[in-house]
């Protein structure tokens, strides 16, 4: 059963795929990013987010533990200092980072 902060987070990826602000597709289609590049803090769906590559400095996060290692969209390999965000289509966060679409692993 999900948590109040995975359907959250879960809602907040849907809007932004429904309304076509996740880009990762169209730029993969066009040739215009590489299969799986990092998602520097300028991207325009990472500002949205409020993502930031070190979480302590992520304006928004009150839960002191939350990092993408610790996100439900989070794929990365446990220790690696990277790995891929499905709300980012897939493109590498840093595991020490957070965006506000963050959802507590299950
Ligand atoms: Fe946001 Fe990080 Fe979770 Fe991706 S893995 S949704 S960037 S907190």
């Known amino acids: ?20 602000f996740v880009a990762a597709p169209f730029a993969l289609a066009t040739g215009t990013a590489r299969a799986v590049d990092a998602v520097p803090e300028s991207d325009p769906t990472a500002a949205a987010l409020g993502y930031k590559v070190d979480a302590t400095k992520a304006a928004g996060r009150t839960d002191k533990s939350a990092t993408c290692a610790t996100c439900n969209f989070f794929s990365g390999k446990s220790g690696a200092p990277d790995g891929p965000c499905s709300v980012f289509a897939g493109r590498l966060v840093s595991a020490k980072g957070w965006c506000s679409a963050y959802a507590k692993k299950g």
Do not use: E, K
């Not at 059963?1 to 076509?20: E, K, P, T, W």
């Open 1 to 20: 059963m999900a948590n109040a902060s995975q359907r959250d987070g879960r809602r907040r990826f849907i809007r932004l795929a429904v309304s076509g």
